[in-house]
């Protein structure tokens, strides 16, 4: 697989070109049964950079994925946590959530979101939802040839919800009730599954979820999950566990822009094979099913 080039060009208007198409898989061309957008850690905030995190530059890298995966017709999105940064009111972290979710409305397609610690670091869930315009944190979705089911990590081991600063950001946890919940939609519907969560379940440090274990039985026992795609710790990873797939995504936010963005897409072909196209910083990965 070619390595994407990371130069880019400007146009006389003073606008970034596109980064040329990622090598896509499989070779012989074969056309995926539903394509779907992938991008993590936005982080967009209107404030200074801090450290490595360019938290005004999110928008304009948004901006880029929107156009790519418009040009590759997506059959939707999904966001995987840390949409907008913490701001020091609700005020203005809702200005920004909606600033934000102005630039994802304008690609025509369905749009998903994991609920991830930044996005509640201000707000409460129940503040995140209503700007959303959604009813839950934790929720399952049907695509053409595959479910997906998004999980909610943004708990304390306790089992308190986190929001408006009340909680510690390394410690993360799926209720029991969500554990059940999870096992019951894995028996629902034909297609296979895939999961998406903002904390890690294939580690065991502080970017994990506590009680990783517990969830990789839960979706390990149905026999039905293809991969988990998380963020959080802002690295390309991948491993496989139990013969399910963990791609860890490089976040949007570290970096200037145009050419320190992160983002995806993720085709699904027959016979549960997945290929996740990385753009810029993201990693492309073949995920063959069942394979190690």
């Known amino acids: 697989m070619k390595p994407m080039t990371r130069r880019f060009l400007l146009t006389a208007a003073g606008t970034w070109l596109l980064p040329p198409d990622a090598t896509q898989?499989?070779?012989s061309g074969e056309i995926p049964l539903t394509r779907l957008g992938i991008v993590t850690d936005v982080h967009y905030a209107d404030k200074q950079t801090a450290g490595t995190r360019e938290y005004r530059g999110s928008f304009a890298k948004?901006?880029?994925?929107?156009?790519?995966?418009?040009?590759?017709?997506?059959?939707?999105?999904?966001?995987?946590?840390?949409?907008?940064?913490?701001?020091?009111?609700?005020?203005?972290?809702?200005?920004?959530?909606?600033?934000v979710r102005?630039?994802?409305?304008?690609?025509?397609?369905?749009?998903?979101?994991?609920?991830?610690?930044?996005?509640?670091?201000?707000?409460?869930?129940?503040?995140?939802?209503?700007?959303?315009g959604a009813e839950k944190t934790c929720y399952s979705f049907v695509g053409k040839s595959y479910r997906g089911i998004v999980l909610d990590s943004a708990f304390s081991s306790d089992g308190q919800p986190y929001g408006g600063r009340a909680f510690d950001w390394k410690d993360a946890f799926v209720p029991p009730a969500q554990l059940e919940w999870l096992g019951a939609e894995l028996e629902t519907g034909a297609f296979p599954a895939v999961v998406f969560?903002?904390?890690?379940?294939?580690?065991?440090?502080?970017?994990?979820?506590?009680?990783?274990?517990?969830?990789?039985?839960?979706?390990?026992a149905s026999g039905r999950v293809l991969a988990v795609f998380?963020?959080?710790?802002?690295?390309?990873?991948?491993?496989h566990i139990g013969g399910i797939h963990y791609c860890s995504l490089k976040a949007m936010v570290d970096g200037p822009p145009p050419e320190s963005s992160a983002y995806g897409i993720l085709d699904f072909y027959s016979g549960g094979r997945?290929?996740?196209?990385?753009?810029?910083?993201?990693?492309s990965r073949e995920l063959p099913s069942g394979a190690g």
């Open 197 to 220: 969560i903002h904390h890690r379940l294939d580690t065991g440090d502080h970017y994990s979820v506590s009680n990783a274990a517990a969830v990789r039985a839960v979706l390990e």
């Open 25 to 27: 898989a499989p070779a």
């Open 230 to 239: 998380q963020g959080h710790q802002h690295v390309n990873d991948h491993r």
């Open 274 to 283: 997945l290929f996740l196209t990385g753009y810029r910083l993201l990693s």
């Open 62 to 99: 948004l901006t880029e994925a929107i156009e790519q995966w418009d040009r590759q017709q997506v059959d939707a999105v999904i966001e995987l946590g840390d949409l907008v940064d913490a701001s020091p009111t609700v005020e203005r972290e809702m200005e920004d959530l909606q600033r």
């Open 102 to 132: 102005s630039v994802l409305r304008k690609l025509k397609v369905p749009q998903y979101f994991v609920l991830g610690n930044h996005c509640v670091d201000t707000l409460t869930k129940p503040q995140f939802l209503d700007a959303w």
